[in-house]
């Protein structure tokens, strides 16, 4: 089983709508988690990232942990077509400095 | 601060023959990790280096694949002889290695097309 699943989409939405990303993990041991964003041709960067179960806002973006069922999400509000990109969750390992990533989810918002 | 420079951007090459890519970390960050994506099995990392020594290979895939960190400012990736499988794009990245809250800032990777 793999540490961290994702599933890959493709997930078109129109714009304006909320989106829901998802994401799964099986190391009980992860504590943080992260979210990175990579544009078409691009390398990942970080968007957001939380160390606690519940939810954590900035702007547009909302990540929630639920640790009792190893699930992370991330919700879009109001949409727009620059966030057509591909969303990877990353759990840290606490014992080390490596990231485990997903594979990703490939969103499209449509004009 | 430029960023995590990687090169070439693009290379095809024919299998068999050696593929070299190269990475300059952002300045003052003392992890370096070398990943490969594909459309199949997403981001996997290869190798990371703390301080230029090598702690963690066991995503090396094959002896094929070597990586190297001569210095705090230079890092390569080879793979002898390349094989069709190996096209990726391969990104390396760096980071500060905060402990839990370990931010990776990432090239614009090297997309390697074997033939």
């Known amino acids: 089983q793999k540490e961290v699943e994702q599933d890959p989409g493709p997930l078109s939405v129109p714009e304006g709508a909320i989106v829901s990303l998802n994401c799964t993990y099986s190391n009980s041991a992860f504590q943080y988690f992260m979210w990175y964003r990579q544009y078409s041709r691009k390398g990942p960067e970080l968007l957001m990232y939380t160390y606690s179960s519940g939810n954590k806002e900035d702007g547009r973006f909302t990540a929630q942990v639920d640790k009792s069922s190893k699930y992370i999400s991330l919700f879009i509000r109001d949409s727009q077509p620059s966030d057509s990109a591909t969303y990877l969750c990353?759990?840290?390992?606490?014992?080390?400095?490596?990231?485990?990533f997903g594979t990703g989810t490939r969103l499209t918002i449509i004009p | 601060d430029a960023g995590v420079i990687q090169s070439p951007r693009h290379e095809v090459t024919e299998m068999g023959q050696e593929v070299t890519l190269r990475c300059k970390p952002i300045?003052?960050?003392?992890?370096l990790f070398w990943y490969r994506q594909t459309m199949m099995r997403g981001l996997e990392l290869l190798i990371y280096?703390?301080?230029?020594?090598?702690?963690?290979d066991s995503g090396m895939p094959e002896d094929r694949f070597s990586a190297k960190m001569p210095n705090a400012s230079f890092s390569t990736l080879k793979i002898q002889p390349s094989e069709p499988r190996d096209s990726a794009v391969y990104f390396c990245?760096?980071?500060?290695?905060?402990?839990?809250?370990?931010?990776?800032?990432f090239g614009a990777g090297s997309r390697l097309t074997v033939l």
């Open positions: 300045s003052g960050h003392d992890y």
């Open positions: 990353a759990p840290p390992d606490f014992g080390n400095e490596k990231l485990t």
């Open positions: 990245a760096s980071s500060q290695g905060l402990r839990g809250a370990n931010v990776l800032t």
């Open positions: 280096f703390n301080n230029n020594v090598p702690i963690d």
